[in-house]
């Protein structure tokens, strides 16, 4: 079975712009959590999804958005970045209660 | 909301000794201790978790304690190996309701594995 995929895997953009990172979780899971990881720091929780609905939001702004689509994959839209959004950004999936496995990652570059 | 605190940042040992990861929550409400294998460039990988009815888990080399009254837990590896060398992770998760399972994690230990 295929693991947490999530896409681009490195991205580059400047200032103000907007991104969206995607992500699929493992088959037959259906929550997905965004977490940051900023470089040398432990994740930090941004967003946790269920069933298509926002089960969870971490300290984060408002330029951080979610959501989740019918087949349980999911997008992380970043609007007016910021030098400080640079990080890795990981997609974990949850198939019943707590365990959470990780996708690769998507590495995000603000210049 | 929860904070863990996870000691050494770094450890360097010799291969074939043991490896002893140390962390502390401050939520008593938290309830589940997973650990992540994070190599470069990679995604964390879960390597052995335990929930908190339990007090000890083993897997082959790797091992986790937890003491529910200190509010710590532990990840013990034994014999380690070179492949053993990565960034690892602790984490706490606290049920927040509506289905919302939030993983706390620590700033993570390197661990050096020396041939």
């Known amino acids: ?111 | 909301g929860e904070n863990v605190e996870q000691h050494p940042s770094t450890l360097s040992v010799q291969e074939g000794d043991s490896a002893v990861i140390k962390c502390t929550y401050s939520d008593s409400a938290s309830n589940y201790f997973p650990w992540y294998k994070q190599e470069l460039g990679k995604g964390p990988q879960l390597i052995i978790d335990i929930r908190s009815n339990v007090g000890e888990k083993k897997d082959q080399r790797i091992a986790v304690t937890l003491n529910k009254t200190a509010k710590h837990f532990s990840l013990h590896i034994t014999e380690t190996q070179p492949e053993d060398s990565a960034v690892y992770f602790c984490a706490a998760s606290l049920y927040s309701g509506a289905g919302s399972y939030q993983l706390t994690f620590g700033k993570g230990t390197k661990l050096s594995v020396i041939p």
């Open chain 1, 1 to 111: 079975d295929a693991g947490v995929t999530q896409s681009p895997t490195h991205l580059i953009k400047t200032r103000g712009q907007h991104v969206t990172l995607r992500c699929s979780p493992i088959s037959g899971h259906k929550s997905v959590s965004w977490y940051q990881q900023v470089l040398g720091q432990g994740p930090q929780f941004i967003f946790q999804y269920y069933e298509k609905e926002e089960r969870g939001r971490g300290n984060f702004p408002d330029r951080f958005s979610a959501r989740q689509f019918p087949n349980y994959s999911s997008e992380l839209n970043v609007n007016a970045l910021l030098l400080g959004d640079s990080a890795l950004y990981l997609c974990a999936s949850r198939g019943g209660p707590e365990t959470q496995y990780f996708g690769p990652g998507t590495r995000l570059l603000v210049l």
